[in-house]
T-cell receptor, first 113, second 110 residues
Framework: ETGVTQSPTHLIKTRGQQVTLRCSSQSGHNTVSWYQQALGQGPQFIFQYYREEENGRGNFPPRFSGLQFPNYSSELNVNALELDDSALYLC????????????FGPGTRLTVL | DAKTTQPPSMDCAEGRAANLPCNHSTISGNEYVYWYRQIHSQGPQYIIHGLKNNETNEMASLIITEDRKSSTLILPHATLRDTAVYYCIVSHDQGGKLIFGQGTELSVKP
């Protein structure tokens, strides 16, 4: 286990609703990245937060937003849920400036009905 | 799009070496090669990375060709617990985004 925790583990929402996913980074890590992994695909980068500021974003619409808190934990918010948002959402943390040895949490499985 | 090409699947006998290839012909001089793996229903796990020299750690060895256009991840004595999807990633970002491709699904068989 990496020390990165995510909550909840599973979540079911209906189309149009909003969802908040949470991530606690590994101790000593100030950078958090979020990824979306659809079934049978590799993870896709959503965005990254470094010291509470967004530090890079992938090809995701603005209804995907995030926050990082002073303790470096993070939230991913998704508004106006669509069926295609059903996926495993992964959080990864690392020390800022370090090489890409990112430590991943177990993920949150989101199902949109 | 991912900048690497990997075979979609491979089999390996338990106790034998697993050699996973990766092509990255467009790699630039400041890009590193990273390997991660993802065991079913878990988050990806970092394995190893390198720039141009071969690297070894307690999990695996990474062999990078002299022209850096391809690499091979070697698991010296594969076990059933090594069954996973293995991702080869090239990136110059330090602590930045990782672009995952489809990976190689390695099945280690008794």
């Amino acid at each position: 286990e990496t020390g990165v925790t995510q909550s909840p583990t599973h979540l079911i929402k209906t189309r149009g609703q909003q969802v908040t996913l949470r991530c606690s980074s590994q101790s000593g890590h100030n950078t958090v990245s979020w990824y979306q992994q659809a079934l049978g695909q590799g993870p896709q980068f959503i965005f990254q937060y470094y010291r509470e500021e967004e530090n890079g974003r992938g090809n995701f619409p603005p209804r995907f937003s995030g926050l990082q808190f002073p303790n470096y934990s993070s939230e991913l918010n998704v508004n106006a849920l669509e069926l295609d948002d059903s996926a495993l959402y992964l959080c990864a943390s690392n020390r800022g400036g370090s090489y890409n040895e990112q430590f991943f949490g177990p993920g949150t499985r989101l199902t949109v009905l | 799009d991912a900048k690497t090409t990997q075979p979609p699947s491979m089999d390996c006998a338990e106790g034998r070496a697993a050699n996973l290839p990766c092509n990255h012909s467009t790699i630039s001089g400041n890009e590193y090669v990273y390997w991660y793996r993802q065991i079913h229903s878990q988050g990806p796990q970092y394995i190893i990375h390198g720039l141009k020299n071969n690297e070894t750690n307690e999990m695996a060895s990474l062999i990078i060709t002299e022209d850096r256009k391809s690499s091979t991840l070697i698991l010296p004595h594969a076990t059933l617990r090594d069954t996973a999807v293995y991702y080869c990633i090239v990136s110059h970002d330090q602590g930045g985004k990782l672009i995952f491709g489809q990976g190689t699904e390695l099945s280690v068989k008794p």
